[in-house]
């Protein structure tokens, strides 16, 4: 008599692994609340300036420089109003998305060029991984911030031109790890494997490579949002970033700065927004770089059984 093996039941098995994932953020309380602040600022950067970009674009001169916490000219004035009687907190909502949106493209683009020229650089020939390296080479020879002031000044100051300065200069960071990650994974069993049973080399690096270089740049990616956060800001600030009507973080930052001694709220409340989303991805930088080492993944999961 022949008896079927049963059929596993595959239909649970995203709801676990989610629930696996919550277990172990959970295990982590800082990593936790930074997931949370994180999920509220993407939030806001999805859907605030649907709801309030007319709110953050109407003057309002009675409520010019109105301080926090004064709710007399509406909850939008919680954090004080700006020098034209704008609400600060519906402006800061709105500029989320133009400061996610160019820190997640320039992060994107970045390590999408960047991990394509680390695998080539890793696994063609050695004459092509060095022209790659000495490209990665001369972007790394200017200062970041010293090349994006060169070509925003010569450019248009945009979100596309400054996405695409931003990419550029993070490039290597990516090339550079890639390629390393890939001279180590090719030598092992598996990959050797592969190649004698006839795999192609795309199949090879995309297949068996990509996937075990992938954990190490999405830790780099989550710090590097950050880095690329602060950058913005800076460019912002010195006021070759985004230009008004368009608003960020580091512009609001920027306009503030000549009230800072009679009214501190216009920069300080945008700088706030700054530093907790920077710490927020450190902090989950942290915790994704322990979730996804199956070495130290033991720590979060007995973490999370016990509470």
């Known amino acids: 008599m022949i008896v079927s093996a049963p059929v596993p039941d595959t239909n649970h098995r995203p709801a676990q692994r989610l629930f696996t994932v919550l277990r172990m953020l959970w295990a982590d309380k800082f990593a936790f609340c930074a997931a949370l602040f994180l999920l509220v600022i993407f939030a806001c950067a999805l859907l605030g300036p649907a709801a309030l970009s007319e709110a953050a674009s109407q003057v309002n001169l009675r409520g010019r420089n109105a301080p926090p916490f004064s709710l007399e000219n509406g909850w939008q004035f919680l954090l004080g109003g700006d020098a034209l009687g704008r609400p600060l907190l519906a402006r800061i909502i709105v500029a989320a998305q133009n400061t996610i949106m160019v820190a997640a493209g320039a992060v994107a683009c970045s390590m999408v060029i960047g991990t ?184 979060l999961e007995l973490g999370g059984k016990k509470t």
């Open 116 to 299: 394509t020229l680390g695998l080539i650089a890793g696994y063609a020939g050695r004459r092509v991984g060095q022209v790659i390296m000495r490209l990665a080479d001369i972007i790394m020879s200017f200062p970041s911030l010293l090349l994006a002031v060169i070509v925003l000044y010569i450019l248009a100051p945009s979100v596309g031109n400054l996405i695409i300065v931003l990419a550029i200069t993070r490039i290597p960071i990516y090339l550079r790890t890639t390629r390393a990650e890939v001279l180590e994974i090719r030598e092992r069993m598996f990959v050797q494997a592969a190649r004698v049973m006839g795999a192609s080399t795309p199949r090879i690096v995309f297949r068996h490579i990509l996937p075990v270089i992938v954990p190490t740049l999405m830790t780099i990616a989550t710090l590097d949002f950050a880095f690329v956060m602060l950058a913005e800001s800076s460019l912002s600030f010195l006021g070759i970033g985004i230009q008004p009507p368009e608003i960020t973080w580091g512009l609001m930052v920027s306009q503030g700065r000549s009230y800072l001694t009679t009214a501190w709220w216009l920069a300080f409340w945008p700088g706030l927004a700054i530093i907790l989303t920077t710490l927020s991805l450190n902090l989950l930088s942290n915790w994704l770089r322990t979730a996804l080492d199956p070495v130290q993944r033991w720590r």
